[in-house]
Structure formats: structure tokens, C-alpha cells
């Protein structure tokens, strides 16, 4: 009964953006093993959103004393906070005791995987490795095709095919895609893109062919980072999730767009504190970014917020409550603001929707299960569309 009352706390407490008492009720609950998946996600979203509070530090600092090595799944958990307040050397240390005292598991794995990526993270090595590769694609800048940045893992291979079959249709460019494993690299292969990116090192899956679950967000990172060294060649870039279906003309969409550095699908999801301030975030499911000075800087400290967020939709919409909104205006087909020194516009979500239902141009969903033909009719495709 007392965990149901502190978990019910816990909520309310999040609805009216009282994170740090939030997380202090959470923080009461012992060990912290009985909080579920949700509630460790939220634990750590909270943390990152007050990671300067004394009281949220002092009440971490209480659970790893008191809960460290109580299960390797746990501490991979208390590592990952660790990493959310900023405390950097501690998550490392952690995952590599869990590494150690764990040895042969697969949670020994994963906290190996993790203590590696975060110091190669830290020290710049993965945004040189990635610079070498897209040194190696000799990709030519051009005016007239941007590149079509899109990540793929095996297991979506079907999605990936309809995915592609639609891009081909109603936009012009050129595909750069994020390879996450083995098959997947075969897939594109099979499909004749020319420009891949292998960042299957990075990532671990279980035996159905499923990243796990802390080595997933590395994906966010690695394509931010990626969209940061494409953009410095100059190159604009156009960042499309796989669950994001082309529908319509791109294109026409715009040139119908008044000019700004970066055009964004807006949504009203996550991060909720940002939601929250300004009644709107940005969602990375679909984003095209212009090159120029103010972009290359934007990309530097969004290169760094992720670093921190290991999530690249909380990491950007925290730039803009950072940054501040301004000359926000409204009209039927799109939404335009200034932030950060850089011009943003947003479509409407009758041209750019989060729904597999609508969506004039672009329809963004999450998939959850459905067939590919399930997907087809859903979105109104036939064979040949």
C-alpha cells in the first residue's frame, strides 16, 4: 500500500512540474529494485531535468550506497542516472564494477559496452571515427540534392523497403543510412544505397534480433553527431525516422514553407517540461537542416546536450527552453519561431502528422506490431504508390 501511495505521489507530483519532490518521493521507495521500467525512466528524466538540485544529488547518492550491486540490472540503471545529473566518472566506474562482478552475463556485457561508449563519447574518439567515415563516402555537396538521413536495424527490413519505396517517390535526394547491425548493412546493400554509415559497434541485441535497451540510445547520439559532421561539410540534411512515411510531394511542401534554417515536425509529446513551458515540442522524426554559420554553431551545442540527455528530442527542445522562443507566429499550413540564434519552422500536423491515420505529406507512427500491409492500408498506399 505505501509503494502504491508514493508511486500515485510521484505522478501527481510530475503533473504539476514538481520534479525534485517527484523524485524524492520515488527515492523512498527500498529498495529502489521494486520501481518498474516507467517509474526508473521517469527517476532518471526527473534528474536530468533538476541535475543541479542539491536534494536530488544527496537522495542519488543515498540509493547507490544503499542499493549498488543489490543486482547488475540495478546498478546498469544507477549508472545511466549517474550519467543524467552530469556525474560522468561515476557511471563509468559503475558499469565497469558491474562489468567485473558480473563477468559472463549479459548484463556484464552491457555495462561493458556502456562504460566503453561513454569514455570514447567523452574523449571524442566517436565523433572522429565518425568523421572518418563520412570522409571515406566522398559525398559531394550539392545545391539541389540534400542527403536523406535515416537509421536501420535489421529487424525492420520490410519497414525499411516501404520506407525507401516512398522516399524514391516523393523526394529528391540522396540516402545516407545509419547501419546498426549485420543484416541490416545487407539489406541496404541489396537496396543500392550507396552512401552507409556502419555504427553496428555500438550497439548490442538480444536473441530476437531486438537492440537492448541501454545501448538503443546510443542511436540518438551517433545520429546527431553524424547530422553535425554531414552539415559542417556543408551539406543540408533532411533527418527521417523509418516510422516516417512520405505520403506526398516533399518537396512542394517546401517550397510552400516560408525560408529557415531548419524546418521540424511538431508534436505535444516529450521532454513534458518542455511541453509544458512553451505548448509544443519539437519532434526529430522528421527534420531538415540548412548549412550555415548559425546551423554549425546550433550543432556543436546540441552535440554536446546529447551527449548528456543520450536522447536527441529531450536534448534539442532543452536548447530551446534554454534559448528561449521568440517571434513565435501561426498560420493554417505552418508554425515559424526564432531560437538560439537559428529560424525554425514547423508544418502543420494536417501536412506533417505523429498519427498513421493523417497527414498530408508526411505520416510519423509508432509501430507497434502491424504488417506491412496492415501499414499500407493504414497509410492509404497501394503496391504501386
Same mark, same amino acid.
Given at each position: 500500500?505505501?509503494?502504491?501511495?508514493?508511486?500515485? #505521489?510521484?505522478?501527481?507530483?510530475?503533473? @504539476?512540474? /514538481? !520534479?525534485? %519532490?517527484? +523524485?524524492?518521493?520515488?527515492?523512498?521507495? =527500498?529498495?529502489?529494485?521494486?520501481?518498474?521500467?516507467?517509474?526508473?525512466?521517469?527517476?532518471?528524466?526527473?534528474?536530468?531535468?533538476?541535475?543541479?538540485?542539491?536534494?536530488?544529488?544527496?537522495?542519488?547518492?543515498?540509493?547507490?550506497?544503499?542499493?549498488?550491486?543489490?543486482?547488475?540490472?540495478?546498478?546498469?540503471?544507477?549508472?545511466?542516472?549517474?550519467?543524467?545529473?552530469?556525474?560522468?566518472?561515476?557511471?563509468?566506474?559503475?558499469?565497469?564494477?558491474?562489468?567485473?562482478?558480473?563477468?559472463?552475463?549479459?548484463?556484464?556485457?552491457?555495462?561493458?559496452?556502456?562504460?566503453?561508449?561513454?569514455?570514447?563519447?567523452?574523449?571524442?574518439?566517436?565523433?572522429?571515427?565518425?568523421?572518418?567515415?563520412?570522409?571515406?563516402?566522398?559525398?559531394?555537396?550539392?545545391?539541389?540534392?540534400?542527403?536523406?538521413?535515416?537509421?536501420? #536495424?535489421?529487424?525492420?527490413?520490410?519497414? @525499411?523497403? /516501404? !520506407?525507401? %519505396?516512398? +522516399?524514391?517517390?516523393?523526394?529528391?535526394? =540522396?540516402?545516407?543510412?545509419?547501419?546498426?547491425?549485420?543484416?541490416?548493412?545487407?539489406?541496404?546493400?541489396?537496396?543500392?544505397?550507396?552512401?552507409?554509415?556502419?555504427?553496428?559497434?555500438?550497439?548490442?541485441?538480444?536473441?530476437?534480433?531486438?537492440?537492448?535497451?541501454?545501448?538503443?540510445?546510443?542511436?540518438?547520439?551517433?545520429?546527431?553527431?553524424?547530422?553535425?559532421?554531414?552539415?559542417?561539410?556543408?551539406?543540408?540534411?533532411?533527418?527521417?525516422?523509418?516510422?516516417?512515411?512520405?505520403?506526398?510531394?516533399?518537396?512542394?511542401?517546401?517550397?510552400?514553407?516560408?525560408?529557415?534554417?531548419?524546418?521540424?515536425?511538431?508534436?505535444?509529446?516529450?521532454?513534458?517540461?518542455?511541453?509544458?513551458?512553451?505548448?509544443?515540442?519539437?519532434?526529430?522524426?522528421?527534420?531538415?537542416?540548412?548549412?550555415?554559420?548559425?546551423?554549425?554553431?546550433?550543432?556543436?551545442?546540441?552535440?554536446?546536450?546529447?551527449?548528456?540527455?543520450?536522447?536527441?528530442?529531450?536534448?534539442?527542445?532543452?536548447?530551446?527552453?534554454?534559448?528561449?522562443?521568440?517571434?513565435?507566429?501561426?498560420?493554417?499550413?505552418?508554425?515559424?519561431?526564432?531560437?538560439?540564434?537559428?529560424?525554425?519552422?514547423?508544418?502543420?500536423?494536417?501536412?506533417?502528422?505523429?498519427?498513421?491515420?493523417?497527414?498530408?505529406?508526411?505520416?510519423?507512427?509508432?509501430?507497434?506490431?502491424?504488417?506491412?500491409?496492415?501499414?499500407?492500408?493504414?497509410?492509404?498506399?497501394?503496391?504501386?504508390?
Amino acid at each position: 500500500m505505501l509503494i502504491f501511495i508514493l508511486l500515485t #505521489s510521484s505522478r501527481i507530483l510530475s503533473r @504539476f512540474n /514538481l !520534479w525534485t %519532490q517527484s +523524485v524524492l518521493v520515488l527515492s523512498r521507495i =527500498r529498495p529502489s529494485t521494486r520501481l518498474d521500467s516507467n517509474f526508473r525512466l521517469r527517476f532518471s528524466y526527473f534528474c536530468l531535468i533538476r541535475k543541479d538540485s542539491p536534494r536530488i544529488r544527496r537522495a542519488f547518492a543515498g540509493i547507490v550506497r544503499r542499493d549498488l550491486d543489490i543486482s547488475a540490472a540495478n546498478n546498469l540503471w544507477l549508472a545511466f542516472t549517474a550519467w543524467c545529473l552530469g556525474c560522468f566518472k561515476l557511471s563509468e566506474l559503475i558499469n565497469k564494477r558491474t562489468a567485473r562482478l558480473n563477468s559472463g552475463t549479459p548484463e556484464a556485457v552491457m555495462a561493458a559496452r556502456e562504460a566503453e561508449f561513454a569514455v570514447s563519447l567523452l574523449n571524442g574518439t566517436v565523433a572522429d571515427k565518425l568523421s572518418d567515415l563520412v570522409e571515406h563516402l566522398s559525398i559531394p555537396v550539392t545545391a539541389t540534392e540534400p542527403l536523406i538521413v535515416v537509421p536501420i #536495424s535489421g529487424q525492420y527490413g520490410k519497414l @525499411f523497403e /516501404l !520506407w525507401k %519505396q516512398q +522516399v524514391d517517390y516523393h523526394a529528391k535526394g =540522396r540516402l545516407v543510412v545509419l547501419a546498426m547491425d549485420e543484416w541490416s548493412k545487407k539489406i541496404v546493400k541489396e537496396s543500392g544505397v550507396r552512401y552507409v554509415v556502419d555504427v553496428s559497434s555500438y550497439f548490442g541485441f538480444d536473441q530476437a534480433g531486438r537492440v537492448d535497451d541501454f545501448s538503443k540510445r546510443h542511436l540518438w547520439v551517433l545520429r546527431v553527431l553524424l547530422l553535425k559532421e554531414l552539415i559542417s561539410r556543408g551539406h543540408t540534411v533532411i533527418s527521417l525516422d523509418l516510422d516516417a512515411v512520405l505520403v506526398g510531394d516533399l518537396g512542394q511542401m517546401l517550397e510552400a514553407l516560408p525560408i529557415s534554417d531548419i524546418v521540424a515536425q511538431r508534436d505535444y509529446s516529450i521532454p513534458l517540461d518542455v511541453a509544458h513551458e512553451l505548448g509544443f515540442v519539437i519532434c526529430c522524426g522528421f527534420m531538415l537542416i540548412r548549412s550555415n554559420p548559425a546551423i554549425i554553431a546550433f550543432m556543436s551545442r546540441y552535440a554536446a546536450q546529447v551527449t548528456l540527455e543520450f536522447d536527441d528530442q529531450t536534448a534539442l527542445n532543452h536548447l530551446l527552453l534554454e534559448a528561449t522562443v521568440q517571434n513565435q507566429t501561426s498560420t493554417n499550413a505552418y508554425m515559424v519561431f526564432d531560437s538560439g540564434g537559428v529560424s525554425w519552422v514547423c508544418p502543420d500536423t494536417s501536412l506533417v502528422s505523429r498519427d498513421v491515420g493523417y497527414g498530408t505529406v508526411i505520416r510519423h507512427f509508432q509501430q507497434q506490431g502491424q504488417s506491412i500491409e496492415d501499414l499500407r492500408r493504414s497509410l492509404g498506399l497501394s503496391r504501386s504508390s
